[in-house]
């Protein structure tokens, strides 16, 4: 297949391709998503293909408009409102009970339906101009990195897409903070950008799911159960105290240079390979998280010692990507 990359210009061509079945990349302020008409099952079922995602791990389902998010779901509580209110639209995903007519192709199965109404104009006119209701995962082979640039969405999915939007935001630079409000509670399955902290001041018994915190239960978001986010570096995470983590660093580097260092905060490394530098918070390690990882791999490196200290906030969502990518090897220091 031969993948057309545009700018938003041409963004006519891309959502007549997504009214006749075909599939468009296009960003969002999370990460770019991979889109295909939500109400056909064929075009379904090429994002699944160009991934080589499970079938077994449902799609979340963007609207342009509140209005459309009843041809979704049965009915929206008034928790649920609280939170469209509050967050939308932005980086927050709702699981709601679905309506019959949508497929168990996006829902795998479930009696559930992930939503979410982006704020990225790009995908909002996207949406608008389809015509239809866009399911769209993140647009990266599945297991690897999400893109948060164009250029990485080439790298994995050039020949496998009908169009690429080359755009501009993915300022947060993680996926979605997934809620489940299908049910009496109000559950974080997938911490993001709209943190839990900001969700219990809305709705103060809101909670995460066990399988976020507790290594031995699993979580209750079918992605999170699969391997991902993973480059093909090993990623070995350090946390502690900033000096106990450099010092700890810089020893393993003067033992073996061919290492990267994610460094937190503008640490300065003799000995490595590449240093790339996250940020000075969380809010740009989140930013730069996935983009870096990349960069690692496209410089051949092997092992990174990513640097990090547990927080709060948007510090629950990097820990959450974070730790994945390394498959839980953590040094405490
Ligand atoms: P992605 O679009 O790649 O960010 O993946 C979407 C995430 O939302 C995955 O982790 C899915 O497992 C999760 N998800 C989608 N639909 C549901 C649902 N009905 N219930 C729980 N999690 C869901
Ligand atoms: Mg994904």
């Known amino acids: 297949m031969k993948t057309k990359v545009i700018t938003q210009e041409n963004i006519h061509e891309a959502a007549k391709c997504l009214a006749d079945g075909g599939t468009v990349v296009f960003p969002t302020e999370t990460v ?85 109404f982006p704020s990225n104009p790009i995908a909002q006119n996207l949406i608008s101009l389809s015509g239809t209701l866009v399911a769209a995962p993140s647009a990266n082979l599945s297991g690897s990195p999400s893109p948060t640039v164009c250029a990485d969405v080439v790298d994995d999915l050039d020949g496998r897409v009908d169009y690429i939007i080359d755009g501009t935001g993915c300022e947060i630079g993680l996926e979605s903070t997934v809620v489940d409000v299908s ?51 090993d990623v070995i995470v350090v946390q502690g105290e900033k000096k106990n983590v450099r010092a700890y660093i810089g020893s393993m580097l003067s033992q073996n240079s061919d290492c990267g260092v994610l460094t937190y905060g503008g640490g300065t490394y003799d000995g490595a390979k590449l240093v790339l530098d996250a940020g000075a918070d969380m809010t740009s390690y989140a930013h730069n998280l996935f983009s870096h990882l990349r960069t690692f791999d496209k410089h051949g490196v092997c092992t990174v010692y990513a640097e990090f200290n547990p927080e709060n906030g948007m510090g629950t969502a990097v820990r959450n ?10 040094v405490e220091v």
Not at 65 to 86: G, T
Not at 188 to 208: F, N, Q, S, W, Y
Not at 321 to 330: C, N, P, S, T, V
């Open 32 to 116: 770019y998503g991979l889109g295909a008409d939500a109400f056909n099952d064929d075009a379904v079922s090429k994002i699944f293909e160009a991934k080589g995602r499970p079938g077994d791990n449902p799609l979340i389902v963007h609207i342009s408009h509140v209005s459309q998010l009843s041809r979704l779901a049965k009915n929206v509580s008034p928790r649920a409102k609280l939170l469209i209110e509050k967050f939308w639209p932005g980086p927050l995903t709702l699981i709601l009970p679905k309506c019959d007519s949508v497929s168990s192709r996006v829902t795998a199965g479930l009696e559930t339906v992930a939503v979410r």
């Open 183 to 233: 049910t009496g509670k109000t559950v974080v399955l997938r911490p993001g950008g709209v943190t839990l902290e900001m969700i219990k001041e809305l709705i103060p018994d809101a909670e995460l799911d066990k399988g976020l915190i507790d290594a031995d239960s699993v979580p209750k978001c079918p992605g999170l159960k699969y391997t991902h986010y993973s480059p093909k570096a």
């Open 321 to 330: 990507r974070l730790y994945k990518a390394a498959g839980h090897k953590i």
